[in-house]
């Protein structure tokens, strides 16, 4: 069966520092890779997404970056962060292909706290 | 984009059917709708997701009428545990699978 394992599960950062959040996927090959965030409150904002190995597409300019390495393994990225980059961070997978990947299977998500 | 408009919030009581409607009135031909739930501090979950008419699963029922401009997700006899966020979205069919999340409806189940 597939997996996703993201972390770390909490984090807290000061302003300026860097940071890297890993999240791999087991059980699958060439899946769909996406990077959210979500604040305080509802509503998760699509950051980043993956079709395959180097192809990052940006949804919202900001202060992060994603890469993906391998196959499976995702990983958001900054240089310096701001106050305004914390919130929890969710990574997730689905199937490349048809109508399986509106299905997404999400990590266990990143709470990050920049202070 | 098909946007899609439901409540901001539901309440409801232990053992009642609970229906959350959603309209995405510029559905387009070859868009799904989907739906998730999601618990605090954690990711969504895929509850369900239908095309036309009615789908049924183990966890809800999704009824969508001919002209697909809405779409109710039925839960069943709910309980505490269903006290979640449920978000309707319609994935656009050439959009490469971006989701676009909106703020979800939110529903609360009292004992």
Known sequence: SQTIHQWPATLVQPVGSP???????????????????QAAGRGLQLLFYSVGIGQISSEV????????PQDRQFILSSKKLLLSD?????????????????????????????? | LAKTTQPISMDS???QEVNITCSHNNIATNDYITWYQQFPSQGPRFIIQGYKTKVTNEVASLFIPADRKSSTLSLPRVSL?????????????NQGGKLIFGQGTELSVKP
Do not use: H, M
Not at chain 1, 19 to 37: A, H, I, M
Not at chain 2, 82 to 89: E, G, I, M
């Open chain 1, 86 to 115: 914390s919130g929890f961070y969710l990574c997730a997978w689905s199937l490349s292909g048809g109508v399986a990947k509106n299905i997404q299977y999400f990590g266990a998500g990143t709470r990050l706290s920049v202070l």
């Open chain 1, 19 to 37: 940071l890297s959040l890993e999240c791999t996927v087991e059980g699958t090959s060439n899946p769909n890779l996406y990077w959210y965030r």
């Open chain 1, 61 to 68: 300019p900001q202060n992060l970056s994603a890469s993906r």
């Open chain 2, 81 to 93: 545990s269903d006290t979640a966020v449920y978000y309707c979205l319609v994935p656009l069919y």
């Open chain 2, 13 to 15: 009581y232990e053992g």
